[in-house]
């Protein structure tokens, strides 16, 4: 199977310099909305509208990642997503932006943002050797960090410049700029397996493949249902950034500075894994890996200046694509290429299961429950740890979702079940031109079990 390195980190620098653009959107519109709100509840409930299409739409993505040409299920990603911002466009434009607007938009993007996930995961596999497969996952994590890093800074230029308006039709060039690049390309199409032949069915039937590999692969799947739990506690807190970092300082500016060195730090991460490589295993990198984050979620509700804040969110996102890189790479290893769209989708649903209900609960409990606690009878026993000021209420939110983070890590990391996967689950091994037809003599092989 020829692979083309190449063709790999053109996607990559594609789809970066088209997430510069929707970095610069989403900054833009949530000071707008903070602002003008002075709430932290519509940021939560748009993160909630972007999070419930993952969950319900990323099956039919995985299905259609294996079955259609990837490039095309990446270019309906990036068309949909822009539809999306052509709609924010209009609303700004004519003067009759309302909050709920955001929610639908955010609901259309996520809704064709699932598409461009187990399309492009599932991509590595045929693009890039065996051997540099924790390389290329690396690197894929710093995609969106690197957008990050980026955007902030060019956003506030731009924002006084050309305001919100502009900014959203420079994202829409750059969707422009990846549609064109992706169609352009040529991603290798996987030979089907005897297990993919196995899980041949409906549509329908196919939605549930990625969920039956992992029932077949039980550590990956238990693995994945700590990864459901660290995004609950890591979502509820995550969502509440801007409008804790604004209550601290009341400085857009910073803010953007802040957001920024978060995604130094998860650049810098990225750079370490594509160098290191990681653990072999590749669990003792990804759950310790939580762990070191879980710590820094939690110093982050303790800081609060501005550098005290920039040291810890780069310490938070530091491990953030190592962990990532890791597991990406073991689901890789394990599972048939000609699968992976669908086992990626599922991982995506159950990773992200959780996270509507974060999002539901986190702008209310910051706004009538911890923030109106700041100064009450009983704060006295957390004034030392975090403060009196406006946003120490979201600040106790972060250590209670930081501490519970490193816990959830450490009890998963603890079951030999988990910790000796990569010894008990075996790789997946492409078949050679002999054994091929020694299985055809045979007949279709049973799926894998565990």
Known sequence: MKRSLRTFYILIATQMFSLIGSEMTALAVGIRVFKDSGSATPLAMAAFFAAVPRIITTSFAGVLADRWDRRYVMVIADAGQAVGTLLL????????????????????????????????????????????????????????????????????????????????????????????????????????????????????????????????????????????????????VGVLFTPYILSLTGSETTLGMLMSVTSAGAIVGGIVMSIWGGTRPRVHTALPGIVVTGVFFALFGVTRSPLAMGVVLFGLMFPIPIVNAAFDSILQAKTPPDLQGRVFAAVMQVALLASPIAYLLAGPLADHVFEPAVGGATWDLFAPLVGSQAGSGMGLMAVIGGTLVMLTAAAFYAMPTVRHMEATLPDYKPQTADEESGAEMRGPAEPATA
């Open 89 to 236: 466009l209009v609303s700004f434009a004519s003067g009759h932006f309302q909050v709920w607007h955001l929610y639908v938009v955010s609901l259309i993007q996520a809704a064709f943002g699932t598409f461009q996930g187990p399309a492009f995961q599932a991509s590595i596999t045929m693009l890039v050797p065996d051997d540099q497969r924790d390389r290329a996952n690396a690197i894929l994590q710093m995609r969106s960090p690197a957008a990050g890093l980026v955007a902030p800074a060019l956003a506030g230029v731009l924002f006084a410049l050309v305001d919100a308006t502009g900014v959203m039709v420079i994202d829409l060039l750059t969707f422009g700029v990846a549609v064109i690049v992706v169609i352009l390309v040529h991603i290798p199409r996987p030979e089907q397996t005897d297990e993919g032949r196995a899980m041949q069915g409906s549509f329908w039937q196919e939605t549930l493949v990625g969920f039956r590999v992992l029932w077949a692969r039980r550590p990956l799947l238990i693995m994945l249902l700590a990864a459901t739990l660290v995004n609950f506690f890591f979502n509820m």
